[in-house]
Nanobody, 125 residues
Framework: VQLQASGGGLVQAGGSLRLSCAAS????????MGWFRQAPGKEREFVAH????????FYADSVKGRFTISRDNAKNTVYLQMNSLKPEDTAVYYC???????????????????WGQGTQVTVSS
């Protein structure tokens, strides 16, 4: 499975960005997908998850109500719509695939089997 993240950029606080993650593989619809981020000098942290079986969604408290994860199985793509961006959202954003489809450990890095290369998001104040 190969993952290609895109859509990052520079935006002012309060603005919006939409990240995309294109995946290879004919069974994409079965994968659970996640977004993580890593700011300079910090550990990688969970952002959002969407399951592969029922499309249920799960968010980190820090982005709940501002970010929305979605998927288009026909395009093998998962999205992260980010609204009301804050300077503390600045990070490299990574998408990841969990081939099990759903896990009780959605926020754990070790849950995910494949990772994309990351896309930089910078929010200026």
């Amino acid at each position: 499975v190969q993952l290609q993240a895109s859509g990052g950029g520079l935006v002012q606080a309060g603005g919006s960005l939409r990240l995309s993650c294109a995946a290879s593989g004919r069974t994409f619809s079965r994968y659970a997908m996640g977004w993580f981020r890593q700011a300079p000098g910090k550990e990688r942290e969970f952002v959002a998850h969407i399951s592969g079986n029922d499309g249920s969604k799960f968010y980190a408290d820090s982005v709940k109500g501002r970010f929305t994860i979605s998927r288009d199985n026909a395009k093998n793509t998962v999205y992260l719509q980010m609204n009301s961006l804050k300077p503390e959202d600045t990070a490299v954003y990574y998408c990841a695939a969990d081939l099990s489809g759903s896990s009780s450990y959605k926020g754990m890095i070790s849950t995910y089997d494949y990772w994309g290369q990351g896309t930089q998001v910078t929010v200026s104040s």
